[in-house]
Structure formats: C-alpha cells, structure tokens
C-alpha cells in the first residue's frame, strides 16, 4: 500500500516541494495530551448520557490516562427499582464507545460502581387523604 505524502512548501511559493510522509506531519505538530480529570468529565458526561431515559440519576467518574489508554471508574446512582446488571453494562458499553470517540484514546476499562439506590415510589401506591 502507498504511504501517504503532504506537499510541504505548496504551490506559488518558489523553491522545491519536499514530498514529507503524513506521519513525519503528525510528529512535527506536536502531542495532544489529555489529563486525567478531563478524561474522567467526559466519562461522567457519557454515563449521564446513558442514563438519560432513567429519572433520580447521577453521575460521577475518574480516569487514569497511560500511553493513549484510559481507564475509567464511573460511580452512578440509580432509582429503585431497576435492572443493576443491564443499566450497568448499558453505561459501561456507552462510556467505552463515546469516552473514546470524544478523546481519541482507547478506553480499556469500564469499572461502574452503583453508588446509591433511591427509591421511587409509583403515583398509585401513594396514599391520598
């Protein structure tokens, strides 16, 4: 497969264009590095997403970022009643694809902590007086 050039020098400027493959490119640009709490806000901001369709939610998570991977420990809270197993693995799979969108960086670990339960009680079961 070819690699890929950028012509450095383009056209209208005299001189010789020297023909520089696209990671030569990259490197001179420099490095985008990422810390640790913005990763993790952005982790949070996809948990809160996948928890959207649920009412009495919150999130919060931290991330250790190393060599382009991050992982992430989200802690959510949830109401009660709900399906731990299927919302937990909902925000993990949301977290890894959206973390990983937004920063570029390979999300390798999803921990989700279930923080607290709060109880929701259904407008029937209310006593009226």
Request: proline share 5%.
């Amino acid at each position: 497969m070819p690699s890929a050039t950028t012509e450095i020098g383009g056209a209208g400027k005299a001189g010789p264009a020297s023909s520089v493959s696209a990671a030569q490119v990259s490197a001179q640009r420099g490095t985008t590095v990422l810390s640790d709490r913005a990763v993790g806000r952005v982790a949070a901001q996809a948990a809160q997403e996948a928890l959207s369709p649920y009412a009495h939610t919150a999130a919060r998570a931290t991330a250790d970022v190393r060599r382009g991977a991050a992982r992430v420990a989200v802690e959510i809270d949830l109401p009660y009643p709900v399906d731990l197993d299927a919302v937990c693995r909902q925000v993990r799979q949301h977290v890894t694809e959206r973390a990983g969108a937004l920063t570029g960086l390979r999300v390798v670990v999803v921990d989700v902590l279930v923080g607290r339960l709060t109880p929701v009680r259904a407008h029937s079961s209310e006593r009226v007086e």
